[in-house]
């Protein structure tokens, strides 16, 4: 057991994350954290050396929230798609590969919509 040891709570738990799609290639999508929803972390001591440390941790902890939302929120984060959009089937003896080339974001209705110019070989 460490000399000080304490369980983190998050409220709410676990926190909640917005983000917006920002923009898309062949190979990564874009996104955006538009909101963190997180509005505390709580320290709670489990032994006797960290009630002793408990207030100066609590203080830290309050600093804590404020940075992590300060540091996430308006950030990008790149992620990578594996591979690039499209599709393949068979037809006969033939394997027909359908490919999204240029692709653009886009919405409709309130959904995430791709599009882009579809490449068939």
């Known amino acids: 057991m460490a000399l000080m040891d304490f369980t983190v709570r998050t409220e709410p ?3 909640r994350v917005t983000v917006q799609a920002d923009a898309l290639s062949d190979t990564n999508l874009t996104l955006k954290v538009v909101h963190l929803d997180l509005s505390a972390i ?9 009630l002793a440390a ?25 992620v990578p798609l594996g591979q ?28 995430l919509m791709i599009s882009g110019t579809a490449s068939v070989s």
């Open 13 to 15: 738990d676990p926190p």
């Open 42 to 50: 709580r320290l709670l001591p489990t032994n006797e050396g960290a």
């Open 84 to 111: 690039l959009l499209g599709a393949s089937f068979p037809a006969g003896d033939t394997e027909v590969r359908v490919r999204l080339d240029r692709p653009e974001l886009g919405s409709h209705q309130g959904m």
């Open 54 to 78: 408990w207030l100066p941790a609590t203080g830290l902890a309050n600093l804590a929230t404020s940075a992590l939302r300060r540091s996430f929120e308006n950030r990008t984060f790149e």
